[in-house]
């Protein structure tokens, strides 16, 4: 149950930033849902291959390059989500960066109401 209130609140965080950022759209409400369960897939199995496989470069850049990697993600689900678009890296690292400190705000919320 806690797994799917955070996809919901993820697809609230997305269809939020989608509506003031205007480099990124969404079609739907079901296209934000659909990238909320794709970013949660792809977080979960491709990130930590694209970390390990780019830690020298975190390392160097005292994990800064984690933000390109974000990026990265980000247009990954827009290449296999038909009505999500990101405009361009610098949008997917702005929306990313907007998306965690959106979802950290919303997921405390849910922590504090659960107490």
């Known amino acids: ?9 993820s697809a609230v965080a997305v269809l939020v930033l989608a509506k ?3 480099g990124v759209e969404t079609s739907s409400y079901m296209s934000a849902f659909i990238v909320a369960v794709v970013l949660a897939v792809l977080n979960s199995l491709v990130k930590p291959l694209l970390i390990i496989l780019t830690l020298p470069a975190t390392i160097l850049t005292l994990g800064l ?4 990697i974000n990026a990265a993600i980000i247009l990954l689900a827009d290449y296999f989500i038909e009505g999500f678009s990101v405009d361009g890296w ?20 849910l922590k504090k109401d659960k107490k």
């Open 90 to 109: 610098l949008w997917a690292l702005v929306f990313s960066i907007l998306l965690s400190v959106l979802q950290s705000i919303l997921y405390s919320i």
């Open 20 to 22: 003031i950022l205007p």
């Open 65 to 68: 390059f984690l933000l390109i």
């Open 1 to 9: 149950m806690n797994f799917i209130l955070k996809l919901v609140l």
